[in-house]
Structures are given as C-alpha cells and as structure tokens.
C-alpha cells in the first residue's frame, strides 16, 4: 500500500498528539494557584492532608526522636511542605516548574524558612544528580501530590521512592480519582461526554487529567513494592457533587468539618475528587 505525503504528515501528528510527556504548570502558574488554591477546594484539601500527614510525621518524629528528612516531589506551591519546615524538619522541594516554585520560595520566607529547604528545579528523573554524589539519599517520608497523573510513565517512579526511601519510610500519595470524573459527569447530566471513549481536556489551561491512574492501580504498585497502606482518605467527597448550595454548603466551616469527617468513611472516601494514601515499607 502506497502512502502519499499529506498521509505521512497526518500519522506523524498523530504520533505527536499521542505521545506523553510529564506535565509541567510553567506557563499556567497563576493560573493553577488561583484554581487549585484560591477557594474552597483548595481548603479542603489542605485541610485533609494537614490530618493525614502532620499527625504520622509527629508520631514519627517522636519515634526517631529528631525531626524527619522529607521529599516533596513535584511539589507545586508546596504548601504542607512549607509548614512541615516550619515544624523543624529537614525539607527537599523539587518541582519542574521555575515559576511554580518561585511562588512557593515567596511562601517560605513569610513563613522564615526559605532558607531552611533546599530546593531544586528539574524533572524528577533528575534529583539524583543533584543529591550527594558519593551517597544516596535517603528520607523519613517522600511526599508526591497530584503527580501521577501528569508524569508519562507513572509507574517508573515507584522505583525511585525505593532507592530514596528508609526501610521504615512511608510515602504520601495524593492523586487524582477517574471515578470521580465520570461520577460529577453522571450528576451533571453530561452524558454526551461520557459517550465520547476518545473526549481529552485542553491541557493547556485544564487541569483535568487525560492519563489519570486508578486506585487500584496505584495499590497494586504499592503490594508489588511491599508497602502497606496505613492511612486512606477522599479529598473533596461531596463538596463537588452539590450544583445547588444549600444549608450548610453556605458555611465553608461546616463544610470543612463535614468532608474530614467522611474522608475517612467507606464508602464516601473513594467518591473523593482526589485519593490520599499514607503508605510504610
């Protein structure tokens, strides 16, 4: 079979479009602070993961008896990173994105600690360069949030938790939820959109995932490697899935109060927007 050259150039470009790269928020900076972080939603969050992690990295401490090593990886704005380093822990910030950390480093010296974290700007694939060259570098706790689902190989990093991490380590993975996605779409009535199998968000300003990873699949991950899950919560179980504000959903408190209370719960913690698992060796 003959293929002519506008062929060629059509399978080229679908061979571009198809193949993945790790995402970077560079050029959607503010963008993804005022979005992810500038209401509501980004309360909640932060709210159960403060729960979830300060409350293990103080039982841990005190275990140790000093303050962890702990790695954020694909950090972001880094917010429960700084104030971990506000806590007295020894923090490494990594991120992808210069402009993404920029804005993080201006939360850190308000917080007195910018000098306090090292901080690097590369892929993740690149840290070990930058760590120590005659020794690996080992950490209390690595904390990797909403990254998985933009890295093009999310597998891979599994391996890299495990040469960074102690034997009594843990891991904290915070990750986007595809059930959700399809969940919101039913309440909505956006069937049209479920029936489309190939529907893909514009990345360049959506923050919706493509290549979102299952929780299932980041558990299988996780039992292959040996981890047991000590902690799993929803982030955002109901919050999302009222398009009328009524009662309670007036008061952003209540709200608050309510999504911790059932993040925890089975079966509402698996509807969260996003999952967190608290995983040890």
Request: charged residues 25%.
């Amino acid at each position: 079979m003959q293929i002519d050259n506008k062929d060629n150039e059509a399978l080229a470009l679908t061979e571009q479009e198809d193949k993945r790269t790790d995402r970077s928020f560079d050029a959607i900076a503010d963008h993804f602070e005022k979005k992810v972080y500038g209401g509501l939603k980004g309360e909640i969050r932060l709210a159960v993961l403060r729960r979830d992690i300060f409350e293990y990295v103080y039982e841990m401490s005190q275990t140790l008896g000093r303050p962890l090593r702990i790695l954020d990886v694909g950090a972001g704005l880094a917010q429960i990173a700084i104030e971990l380093a506000a806590q007295g822990h020894s923090m490494v910030i990594n991120d992808i994105s210069a402009n993404m950390l920029d804005k993080a480093k201006i939360s850190a010296e308000q917080a007195q600690v910018l000098d306090n974290i090292s901080w690097h700007v590369c892929p993740y694939q690149a840290l070990e360069q930058q760590f120590t060259a005659d020794k690996v570098e080992k950490f209390d706790l690595i904390l990797c949030h909403a990254l998985l689902e933009w890295l093009a190989e999310p597998a891979d990093v599994i391996d890299f938790f495990n040469r960074h991490l102690t034997n009594t380590g843990a891991l904290s993975l915070c990750f986007y939820n595809p059930a959700s996605f399809d969940y919101r779409n039913l309440i909505m009535g956006n069937f049209n959109l479920l029936d489309k199998t190939d529907y893909k968000a514009d990345n360049k300003k959506s923050l919706t995932p493509n290549h979102p990873v299952a929780k299932q699949e980041v558990e299988s991950w996780l039992e292959k490697h040996h981890y047991e899950t000590i902690v799993s919560s929803g982030l955002r179980v109901f919050h999302d899935y009222a398009p009328l504000k009524r009662g309670g959903h007036n008061d952003p408190e209540a709200v608050i109060r309510m999504e911790l209370r059932y993040s925890q719960q089975e079966p509402y913690k698996w509807l969260g927007r996003y999952l967190h698992i608290l995983a040890t060796r």
